[in-house]
């Protein structure tokens, strides 16, 4: 069962997936830059493990820029 923090991170990883396609990991990286910062660092481990679950659930395809579905 998935804690709320991994939920939240897969909801993230997921909308940004469909909405940015290969732009997805540097928007991730931006918040959790954005969340370093302000020293908010919860925050910016759940954008870390965004970015975690977007390299591993098809890096390749957005790589290419392919629409992820």
Known sequence: ???DEERRAR???HWLARE?????????????EKAI????F?????WKRVLEILADSGAVELR???PVK
């Open 42 to 46: 919860g925050r910016c481990a759940r």
């Open 37 to 40: 910062e302000q020293r908010d």
């Open 11 to 13: 909801q993230e990883a």
């Open 20 to 32: 940015f396609g290969a732009e997805a990991p540097l928007y991730a990286a931006m918040k959790a």
């Open 1 to 3: 069962m998935l804690d």
């Open 64 to 66: 290419r820029g392919a």
